[in-house]
């Protein structure tokens, strides 16, 4: 689905929203810059979190609390290189739902243990992204 602006974030929202529950994996794929943090944002505010959603980059992940009393975890693993730091994280997401930005970067079978959905964003200009969804 093709976007044109960062308003329309909300049609993508749209079509996600109603899987975002525990157990389920949301994988974001896109280069530098697509909008992976952006569109978490949106999706997370959708999903009743109150507080400041922030870039996981620099902390690997971020918790938090969403309507109905949802776990979820918003983790970036841009930076993760080895399977062992990979499984300290991989706990916290059981009964939990999870966006995973980046996760081509890490080897793990999540449909082994998770629903999936995956999100591929492509940048095609400046404003607009066509965003690739399966598993919904």
Partial sequence: ???SSINELDKIVD?????CKANVCLLLDGDLGAGKTTFSKVLLKRLGVQENVSSPTFVIMNQYQGEN???INHMDAYRLTYEEEVDMYLDYFFEAFNIVEWSQNIDIDYEKYFKVI???ITIIDENSRNFEIKGV
């Fill in 1 to 3: 689905m093709l976007i």
């Fill in 15 to 19: 079509l996600v929203v109603n899987e």
């Fill in 69 to 71: 009393n949802l776990n």
């Fill in 118 to 120: 995956k999100i591929k």
